[in-house]
């Protein structure tokens, strides 16, 4: 199954690259946002934004709302926990080398 899961930006790591730090239920991890930033929404202006993260891309924003009962639906299924460890052990795995 394809998840993507919702996470706040709160920095902007490398503007030219377009990368920025997500924070995913206290989990945060460098993503690419080129999907979510525009002429009327640069990439400055996206810290702060909820945005949904699937396979280290930002794949669209989203109004917090809509984040908080999408992480609710998640939790209950079981499902936000498998993305998170599955991100933690990406995170283990890329700073071993």
């Known amino acids: 199954m394809c998840l993507g899961i919702p996470g706040r930006i709160v920095a902007i790591t490398h503007a030219g690259n377009k990368l920025a730090l997500v924070d995913v239920m206290g989990v945060q991890r460098e993503i690419n946002i080129a999907c979510v930033v525009d002429e009327a929404h640069p990439v400055d202006?996206?810290?702060?934004?909820?945005v949904l993260v699937h396979?280290?891309?930002a794949m669209s924003r989203i109004d917090e709302k809509e984040a908080q009962l999408t992480l609710d639906v998640l939790k209950?299924?079981?499902e936000a926990?498998?993305?998170?460890?599955?991100?933690?052990?990406?995170d283990a795995a890329l700073a071993a080398r």
Not at 81 to 90: F, G, N, W
Request: aromatic fraction near 10%; hydrophobic fraction near 45%.
């Open 76 to 78: 209950m299924l079981g």
């Open 81 to 90: 926990q498998t993305e998170i460890d599955a991100m933690r052990q990406s």
């Open 55 to 57: 396979v280290g891309f």
């Open 45 to 50: 202006a996206c810290i702060g934004d909820w």
